[in-house]
């Protein structure tokens, strides 16, 4: 395996098995061994006990060559003591006291076995509310979320790191402006992403520049009226100047349910791709679309075949760690098993452009996007149909979305998600997620505030392949110097390595718009705004997203947050 140092580093610190010392205890091929075979032992649950070691070869061959890697939590547990396997959950917080306590209990068992949570704080009253029990006054969601972010604070997860929670707050609810300011105070939520819940009937209110509804959730009734137009700048101007809150389209994401007799969807993961029903966990993995390449006579292509075949074993793959998986909580156990989501993504896509030559952000980049998502979910789908007819299909299907005439069983609720991949991008020496390139040369902080400077090898590659590749080229781009001064490099090769701020936030949310017609659950994508950008632009790209069908919105502003895990090695650059 090559593997680099930034991907070294981080399987050392975090997901290598140590000895009691310790000590390193296992190389990374032994640690893909382990989660291959571990998982692999779930084939003989299903009469599949003589394919048992050709499948386990599959799932190794898969992840040692990086074309596929699981989420963290299955790397780091799968065959030792934790066995806790999915990446994220959704804990439900209803208005009492017992119901916030013991989301808070679980939600620190959740964070020791290595999981995130979300929840939608929406059910709690506002401040200042009756408390009838004690005739007292309620503190309302942001004063209980303190102690949500407290206890995240003083537990490790997974022993590696502190856990990640979503927070989310309806729109309509009266504390709503108090959620959209919570974190003006950098030093208030740090283990926390908030977004706002905003309806259709924001929305609506917004375009005819109206009033809208607030509404107690403990009674239903209307406590006050506020104009749509003016909570919509707040989020946008606190998202200018932090990057929070984000938004999720929650009646959107609620139309995509697939199983709605059991539940509206009310909350989402940590990274906000995942929206999940109360106590239902997901299993996410990537497939690494920058080894789906290969030559053809006049040029490059997609590898289809070899895509579809990753595809195929890698839903297996996720289907197999549902079983594999010790859940933290009977209740998360009961809806992993009845719903059988799973969420497969991809990482490396600004990989795959440059091997095509195409440039991010162009149409033709939009245009393969969704050819390359619709393929995805058209395979993965045909995956779960197959295990369906192998093993049964998902318990809960009775009611849902595939329980009509004419629809084929699956074996899974939801098949795609587009998740970050942010540290298994670096094990598989790719780019993250869908994101373009952040710069050709940077520095990157690792665990323990490690940090290691990276020039993009793609640089290299393309160099020696186009004939351009000089040892003082590749000096110039280390320093943090850019393709466009080099007058030996063509400039269709220029406009292939563009990076994130060469783009405008209108390419951003396009290329997540595209991937979000072929996925299932939601993507997860940051639209990277350069540090002039207006509360305006911000405004902007929210309506964006909501006309083009995304299902939540992430901005970030370069510069406005400490600890930026990329720093461009020239901001002149960036």
């Known amino acids: 395996m ?85 990446a994220c959950f959704v804990l439900p917080v209803e208005d009492s006291l017992e119901s916030i306590f013991t989301a808070v209990k679980n939600t620190a068992l959740i964070h020791q076995s290595g999981g995130g949570t979300g929840f939608s704080f929406s059910k709690l009253r506002p401040a200042l509310d009756t408390v009838s029990s004690t005739g007292g006054e309620a503190s309302g969601p942001v004063s209980f979320m303190r102690v949500f972010n407290a206890a995240t604070e003083a537990i490790t997860q997974g022993g590696t790191r502190r856990g990640a929670n979503m927070g989310i707050l309806r729109v309509d609810h009266p504390d709503i402006i108090r959620f959209i300011t919570a974190k003006e105070d950098p030093s208030e939520f740090t283990n926390f992403n908030l977004s706002v819940a905003l309806t259709d009937e924001f929305m609506s209110a917004l375009e005819k520049g109206a009033d809208y509804s607030l509404i107690n959730p403990r009674t239903g009734l209307e406590t006050g009226r506020m104009r749509a137009k003016e909570v919509f700048e707040k989020i946008a101007a606190c998202a200018w100047r932090s990057g929070e809150p984000g938004a999720v389209f929650i009646d959107r994401i609620d139309r995509a349910n697939p199983t709605p007799r059991l539940g509206r969807i009310e909350a989402t993961n940590p990274c906000g791709e995942q929206p999940l029903l109360a106590y239902e966990p997901c299993n996410l993995g990537s497939v690494n679309l920058g080894k789906m390449v290969k030559d053809t006579f006049g040029g490059r292509t997609v590898d289809w075949s070899a895509l579809a075949h990753a595809v195929r074993v890698s839903v297996r793959f996720l289907d197999d760690v549902i079983e594999a998986c010790r859940y933290p909580l009977p209740e998360i156990e009961a809806m992993a098993r009845g719903n059988r989501k799973i969420g497969l993504g991809v990482m490396g896509f600004a990989d795959l452009l440059v091997r095509l030559r195409v440039r991010y952000g162009s149409d033709e980049s939009f245009e393969v996007a969704e050819e390359l998502m619709k393929f995805i979910s058209e395979e993965a789908w045909g995956a779960s ?13 009775k009611g849902s979305v595939f329980d009509r005439p004419g629809v084929p069983p699956v074996r899974n609720a939801t098949v795609t998600t587009i998740a970050p991949t942010g540290t298994l991008s670096i094990i598989a020496g790719c780019s993250s997620g869908i994101e373009p390139f952040f710069s050709l040369s940077y520095t990157r902080k690792v665990l323990n505030n490690e940090r290691f400077h990276e020039v993009n090898p793609l640089v290299a590659e393309v160099a020696k392949e186009e004939g351009f590749f000089s040892e003082g080229l590749m000096e110039h781009i280390s320093a943090g110097g850019s393709l466009r001064e080099r007058t030996e490099v063509p400039e269709r090769i ?15 949310i396009r290329m997540q718009a595209a991937f979000q017609k072929y996925t299932d659950n939601a993507v997860s994508k940051t639209i990277n705004l350069p540090p002039e950008a207006s509360v305006l632009d911000v405004m902007e790209a929210f309506l964006l997203a909501w006309k083009l069908g995304c299902k939540g919105i992430t901005v970030y502003r370069s510069g406005t947050r400490a600890g930026q895990v990329l720093t461009c090695r020239s901001p002149l650059y960036c």
């Open 2 to 86: 090559k593997l680099t140092p930034g991907a070294m580093a981080v399987l050392e610190r975090r997901y290598l098995k140590r000895d009691d010392l310790g000590r390193i205890a296992e190389s990374p091929e032994e640690m893909f061994r382990r989660v291959a075979s571990n998982v692999a032992v779930s084939e003989s649950l299903f009469n599949n006990g003589r394919m048992k070691a050709a499948i386990e070869e599959e799932f190794f061959s898969l992840m040692t060559s990086l074309v596929f890697l699981p989420n963290s939590p299955t790397l780091i547990n799968a065959g030792r003591k934790l066995q806790q396997l999915a």
């Open 385 to 397: 149909r197959a295990l369906a007819a192998e093993r049964g299909p998902f318990p809960n299907i």
């Open 494 to 508: 220029r406009e292939v390595f563009v990076t994130a701020f060469d783009i405008k936030p209108e390419g951003h």
